[in-house]
């Protein structure tokens, strides 16, 4: 395998605003070259990707063993992201939007920038499903709004450039449902790496503060959207 050099995570928290919208559109370029592929040879070969309790559980496990750990870790974390579930009917989700080859864990340890182009490591979580399952996950290493905003509106773009006509309503319905369940399965990771030792209190305390604040904000956006609907 040709040596890819490092992955975009090892400098993406130290550049510079402008290098990091520039390593976000590149990413986010490439994701319609992946999503486009014929999967009329590969759809028995692959699963249907499907959310389930499992994020949930396991993210309701760790912030209740982080609260007997340090008190600051709030309990109403887990209310609201079980809400979250109920409320918006998460597990067993059918997403709204066509089916795609996704790769299933773009975090950016695994992208490499080689060549001019983003390539893409470690593909055991591949399966069929919407686009917004791969975009979703890329966005749970922005850890700013802007950026986040950003991306979503370069991505619509990059949807129509490449003829993905997504129906709005479909896309925004993926893009909350999948959004809320992987920054949920985040928390739950990022909570693993502190009793790992990877983060100290400092940083786990502002991975969780601003990741609860991004499930309750795309909770409330959902169900404020749904309610214009009814």
Request: aromatic residues 14%.
């Given at each position: 395998?040709?040596?890819l050099g ?6 993406f928290?130290k550049e510079?605003l ?5 390593a ?5 370029e ?9 999967t009329?040879h ?5 699963p249907?990707?499907?959310i389930?309790?499992e ?7 760790q ?18 992201i079980k ?5 918006l ?14 790769h299933?864990?773009?975090h950016l ?13 470690d593909w055991?979580w ?14 749970q290493?922005?850890?700013d709004?802007?950026?986040?905003d950003?991306?979503?509106t ?10 993905l006509t997504l ?8 893009f ?5 369940d ?12 502190y009793?790992?030792g990877?983060h100290?209190?400092e ?13 309750s904000?795309a909770a409330y956006?959902?169900m404020?959207?749904n309610?214009?609907?009814?």
């Amino acid at each position: 395998m040709e040596d890819l050099g490092q992955p975009v995570k090892t400098t993406f928290s130290k550049e510079s605003l402008p290098e990091k919208e520039l390593a976000v559109k590149r990413i986010v370029e490439r994701l319609p070259d992946l999503h486009t592929l014929e999967t009329s040879h590969i759809d028995k070969r692959f699963p249907v990707y499907r959310i389930t309790a499992e994020s949930l559980e396991w993210c309701s496990d760790q912030l209740t063993k982080l609260h007997s750990h340090v008190k600051w870790a709030d309990t109403q974390w887990i209310k609201d992201i079980k809400n979250a579930y109920e409320r918006l009917g998460l597990i067993d989700y059918i997403a709204q939007c066509p089916l795609v080859f996704t790769h299933g864990d773009p975090h950016l340890e695994n992208i490499f920038y080689h060549d001019e182009k983003m390539w893409f490591i470690d593909w055991e979580w591949a399966a069929l499903s919407s686009p917004l399952r791969d975009f979703t996950i890329i966005l749970q290493d922005l850890y700013d709004p802007y950026l986040i905003d950003y991306a979503d509106t370069y991505y619509t773009e990059q949807l129509r450039k490449n003829n993905l006509t997504l129906d709005m309503e479909s896309y925004q319905q993926d893009f909350y449902h999948f959004y809320i369940d992987h920054t949920t399965m985040m928390i739950a990771w990022e909570v693993e790496k502190y009793f790992q030792g990877l983060h100290s209190e400092e940083e786990i305390k502002k991975i969780l503060l601003f990741k609860a604040d991004e499930i309750s904000r795309a909770a409330y956006n959902l169900m404020e959207r749904n309610l214009k609907k009814d």
